[in-house]
């Protein structure tokens, strides 16, 4: 348990540094939500208990970079783990490429979703704008970044024999 909560927290970590890699180097334009795609793959590989865990780990490392309210992070990641597993159990086929990309996708797309429910209550963000320069970034990207990802995670779960 203890070896896995490690694994859980390093790959949370390496994602998370490579998220502000990734933005310090390409900017806003190209940043996949690698932690969104490590709680999914930790969930579909996993379940969602070291998938809860992936979530408030990711959060409370988001959130301790973000100028938002502190704990937006955390409880988005927490309902993206809960989503992942209600999908999982609804629309997840075992097995195929596409299905793990549109399960990521659609926990992208909540994710974002809960942040602008909770960002809207204190500042006024216009819906288009929130549209063409958040979500349909992000939501691009992942898309190209979550097959590779994928790949790579389970190669490294099969190594380590999680």
Request: charged share 10%.
């Amino acid at each position: 348990m203890i070896r896995q909560a490690l694994i859980i927290f390093a790959l949370v970590f390496a994602s998370f540094a490579a998220e502000l890699i990734l933005f310090n180097v390409f900017g806003r334009w190209f940043m996949p939500n690698l932690l969104v795609i490590v709680i999914v793959f930790i969930n579909l590989y996993s379940g969602v208990r070291h998938a809860l865990f992936a979530a408030v780990i990711a959060g409370i490392l988001k959130d301790s970079y973000s100028a938002h309210i502190f704990g937006l992070n955390i409880l988005s990641f927490i309902i993206c783990a809960y989503m992942t597993t209600i999908i999982r159990r609804y629309y997840y086929e075992v097995g195929s490429e596409n299905s793990r990309i549109r399960t990521v996708l659609l926990v992208v797309l909540i994710n974002v979703c809960v942040q602008y429910v909770f960002i809207i209550r204190f500042n006024y963000i216009d819906l288009d704008q929130f549209f063409i320069y958040v979500l349909l970034p992000q939501f691009i990207v992942t898309s190209f970044v979550a097959s590779l990802v994928f790949t790579k995670l389970k190669e490294l779960a099969v190594k380590l024999s999680l």
